[in-house]
């Protein structure tokens, strides 16, 4: 099917290496953070999520942090493998219960 | 357990047809959402259902867009009178309750108006 993201910034890491995405998140006062992981014709896929009361969450190979004072969320990929490439959203929660989405970021990963 | 499931998977209109796009949500989720993917570019928020609270329609982009839901299972879109700049992919999501819990998203349907 047709590729997501045609025109997103695109991060280019070697297979095995360290990839760090970055989000700017819009309202100081949102307190959930969510990471989403969308492949080329499929819908968005949960990772990761942080809560505004923490700094760093852990996941398997993967590590949100979020820095409320310059409204910053960071995911990261440790060891990235082909099969992480795709179209990574962050998104927050900006009211009682909407999810407000970043433009997203493309990660393609070379071997 | 079965996911979200949303049909058709493409539909192609021609300009001022009306369209219904069909989700079906994962069973026991109570909340629904629907979104907007324009190419290149993020989730749009559009309508969000709640068990049997009023929806909150707060970001359909006009009155040619509805939705419907019935009781907590299936949900309709329509977009009535469609135009080019509708062309999208329509996401639906659900989720065990609202507030935080995480969103489970469908494949989506792909509109394309001509």
């Known amino acids: 099917g047709e590729s997501v993201g045609l025109h997103l910034p695109t991060l280019s890491v070697q297979e095995g290496d360290n990839s760090i995405i970055n989000c700017a998140y819009s309202n100081s006062a949102s307190d959930y953070f969510i990471w989403y992981k969308q492949e080329s014709g499929k819908g968005p896929q949960f990772i990761i999520d942080i809560r505004s009361n923490m700094d760093k969450r852990q996941g398997q190979r993967v590590t949100v942090l979020l820095n409320k004072t310059v409204k910053h969320l960071s995911l990261q990929i440790a060891a990235t493998q082909p099969g992480d490439s795709a179209v990574y959203f962050c998104a927050e929660k900006n009211g009682y219960n909407k999810l407000i989405f970043g433009a997203g970021t493309r990660l393609a990963v070379h071997p | 357990g079965a996911g979200v499931s949303q049909s058709p998977s493409n539909k192609v209109t021609e300009k001022g047809k009306d369209v219904e796009l069909r989700c079906d949500p994962i069973s026991g989720h109570t909340a629904l959402y629907w979104y907007r993917q324009r190419l290149g570019q993020g989730l749009e928020f559009l309508i969000y259902?709640?068990?049997?609270?009023?929806?909150?329609k707060s970001g359909l982009p006009s009155d040619r867009f509805s939705a419907e839901r019935t009781g907590e299972s299936v949900s309709t879109l329509t977009i009535q009178r469609t135009q080019q700049e509708d062309s999208a992919v329509y996401l639906c999501?659900?989720?065990?309750?609202?507030?935080?819990?995480?969103?489970?998203f469908g494949p989506g349907t792909r509109l394309t108006v001509l």
């Open positions: 999501a659900s989720s065990s309750k609202t507030g935080a819990d995480t969103q489970y």
């Open positions: 259902f709640q068990g049997n609270s009023a929806p909150d």
